[in-house]
């Protein structure tokens, strides 16, 4: 069974703009989480989605936001890019069952310069 | 506050040795409980979970032991080799039927030849 897929690997970004992040879950895998990874923080959640429905959210500004699709592929995007957003983003995705592990992808590196 | 804390930045081990990490958390309400290991370049890999109706788990050369008395997670790795080096987090589900994992800082277990 393939592993939770990311893309693009590295971005890098200026100030300003704004970015697509795009997860692919575990096939058969409907919950699916955002997380970012700084050194300064470490593992903060941003938010999971769970058949299309944002069912939790972190405490993040409202620029970080996402969604999923019917697939249960699922994208974030950060709009107005400050230099603080350079970070690795996590997916990771989950079966139905609360209590059963999330599995996370390897992570988009994103540069804010 | 919502916190996942560890006790130790780095742990040092003779190849060979067995390793404990620890983990407390603060949140009495929290029900099921997750170990990553998380090499270089890589996103956290699940290695062992435990619900809190439980107070011990194995699984293959590791060991969860929950205290939920003391809001204390531990996680026993046996024989450790040199594949067990990288950064161990805990991590604690505060979702209620969804997914919200509140990450440990993460301790650097490193093994000596």
């Known amino acids: 069974k393939a592993g939770v897929t990311q893309t693009p690997r590295y971005l890098i970004k200026t100030r300003g703009q704004q970015v697509t992040l795009s997860c692919s879950p575990i096939s058969g895998h409907r919950s699916v989480s955002w997380y970012q990874q700084t050194p300064g923080q470490g593992l903060q959640f941003l938010f999971e989605y769970f058949s299309e429905t944002q069912r939790n959210k972190g405490n993040f500004p409202g620029r970080f936001s996402g969604r999923q699709f019917s697939n249960s592929r699922s994208e974030m995007n950060v709009s107005t890019l400050e230099l603080g957003d350079s970070a690795l983003y996590l997916c990771a995705s989950s079966s139905d069952r609360v209590s059963s592990p999330l599995h996370f992808g390897n992570g988009t590196r994103l540069t804010v310069t | ?113």
């Open chain 2, 1 to 113: 506050g919502e916190s996942v804390g560890l006790h130790l930045p780095t742990l040092s081990v003779q190849e060979g040795d067995n390793s404990i990490i620890n983990c407390a958390y603060s949140n009495s309400a929290s029900d099921y409980f997750i170990w990553y290991k998380q090499e270089s370049g890589k996103g956290p890999q699940f290695i062992i979970d435990i619900r809190s109706n439980m107070d011990k788990r194995q699984g293959q050369r590791v060991t969860v032991l929950l205290n939920k008395t003391v809001k204390h997670l531990s996680l026993q790795i046996a024989a450790t080799q040199p594949g067990d080096s990288a950064v161990y987090f805990c991590a604690e589900n505060r979702g209620r039927s969804s997914y919200k994992l509140i990450f440990g800082s993460g301790t650097r277990l490193l093994v000596r030849p």
